[in-house]
């Protein structure tokens, strides 16, 4: 994953990375209704190592407590704060294919206050369908609709040749962060943050982990 | 992105990720018939500084010339055999949902010598239907299925509920390494290699960087 940032947050991102996974298995603990979990359970659970998560949570201050453990509900709503998913977040989907359309229906937005709060593409064949509770809007309407919804998260997934030009609207229209799943490098104000999720950079990176095995 | 391995590659993987990045970029660059690049070139079209290009190749002993740059088939191949993508590399997808069919008809996977050899999914009225190049496959052929094709990836997109299940029936059939798109930490043994790509996850990220103005 590559994050392009200028803005400069104190938090690195490999530890804001490990909290949003923290924060998916508290959310699990909390629906299996269990209280109180040890660094040693998060470690057991979630594959990042004891000291790694006290360090991560020692950016925050204190948390826990020596013998007891952490609650459950509070180290859940102290990492909610922490990554500002602690109040609905309006988010916009631009590009209603197969990859639009799994993120629309994506499980857990919900719990992780994220709400897809409307779905855009350019093609007449989508535009007005339903998908999940939403329907397809025209992508030429983006300012528009976000003058109301507010959104200043988008989710780009259009083909390549068209993300450029989504994302200047998407700008345009109030968006201050990007996750992009078009594999281009978006160009973006300073002042704008975009990930990228690229499967062929997922699958590159495994693909060396088969060395040895594949090289004989 | 998490990453847990339990071979120990040399190489870190923020480096291995920044190469399948470069890998893209030289595809592109060899698409648009250039011959040469610079560092500075790269850091203009990536994002990512020409020192730490120039860094991330070190590892991997001599590239370039003082002077007249990179040529883009040469560095373009030794990335490409540093990733082991320099020959044609068989996946298996396991749930063809909308995920897994943006998967399979995911553009660039042939230039990177990956090939979406089989899919499979559990669903009566999936199984037999055609996606793209591909006829969605019963999930219970998993191991017969490949003793044939030979898959060492497995990409997993079934739901969380289902993912433990198929990703045991992927190591039974001699799947080395899997990109799980399922929000659940899987339990693999030790040589296996797991890549999560969580969407909360990388939205979680994002909203972070909304601080400031989402908070006042």
């Known amino acids: 994953m590559n994050s392009n940032s200028s803005s400069s947050p ?3 991102i490999p530890t804001l ?7 998916r298995f508290l959310i699990d603990l909390e629906a299996a209704q269990v209280e109180t979990i040890s660094s040693t359970d998060v470690e057991k659970q979630t594959g990042i190592n004891a000291a790694q998560f006290r360090k991560d949570l020692s950016y925050f201050g204190e948390f826990g407590k020596p013998g007891v453990g952490y609650n459950v509900l509070e180290l859940q709503a102290r990492i909610a704060r922490i990554l500002k998913i602690d109040q609905l977040q309006p ?3 631009i590009g209603a294919g197969n990859l639009g359309s ?4 994506y499980p ?3 719990e992780h206050k994220f709400h897809i709060a409307a779905a855009f593409d350019r093609d007449p064949a989508k535009i007005g369908r339903p998908q999940g509770d939403l329907v397809i809007l025209n992508e030429a309407d983006v300012r528009e609709v976000n003058a109301e919804i507010g959104a200043r998260i988008a989710i780009i997934c259009v083909p390549a040749a068209a993300a450029q030009e989504v994302a200047d609207t998407a700008i345009l229209a109030g968006v201050r962060v990007i ?3 078009a594999p281009i490098i978006l160009k973006v104000p300073e002042r704008i943050v975009v990930r ?6 997922e699958l590159a990176v495994l693909s060396y982990h088969l060395s040895g095995e ?3």
Not at 102 to 105: D, F, P, T, W
Not at 196 to 201: A, D, M, R, T
């Open 108 to 110: 857990g937005l919900t």
């Open 10 to 12: 104190k938090v690195p």
């Open 214 to 216: 594949s090289q004989k």
């Open 179 to 181: 996750l992009n799943f």
């Open 102 to 105: 799994a993120l629309i229906g």
């Open 17 to 23: 990375e490990r909290l949003a996974t923290y924060l």
């Open 196 to 201: 990228n999720v690229s499967f062929l950079q």
């Open 91 to 93: 988010i916009m989907v």
